[in-house]
C-alpha cells in the first residue's frame, strides 16, 4: 500500500521494505490506476487489493498486518471493489 503524507509516497512493500518517493497521491494514483488491484482509500492511501485480507468495519485490514482506516464514504465502494476483485480468484 502507499501513505500520502506531505506530497509524499511511503510505499510499504510485499517484502517490508519502504520506499519514499515525492508524488502527490492523486499523480501516484493516476500511474497505478490502469491495474485495476489498486485502490485509492480516502485522500491518503491507496490499497493492493491483492493485499487487503479483511475489510472490518471502516478498517482494511493488510496482509502485513498493518490497518487502513477507511473513510465512512468510501465502505461501500471498497467493499465492492473487494469483493470484485476477489470474485472468481482462489484465496489464499
Do not use: C
Not at 39 to 56: K, M, P, T, Y
Amino acid at each position: 500500500y502507499s501513505e500520502t503524507h506531505n506530497h509524499q509516497q511511503r510505499i510499504v512493500l510485499t517484502g517490508g521494505g519502504v520506499e519514499l518517493v515525492r508524488m502527490s497521491g492523486a499523480a501516484m494514483f493516476a500511474k497505478l490506476s490502469t491495474s485495476p488491484e489498486f485502490f485509492r482509500v480516502g485522500a491518503s492511501f491507496i490499497a493492493n487489493l491483492d493485499h487487503v485480507r479483511q475489510l472490518e468495519g471502516r478498517r482494511a485490514l493488510m496482509d502485513d498486518g498493518s490497518v487502513l482506516p477507511v473513510p465512512r464514504g468510501s465502505v461501500a465502494e471498497l467493499r465492492d471493489a473487494y469483493f470484485a476483485h476477489w470474485r472468481g480468484k482462489a484465496l489464499p
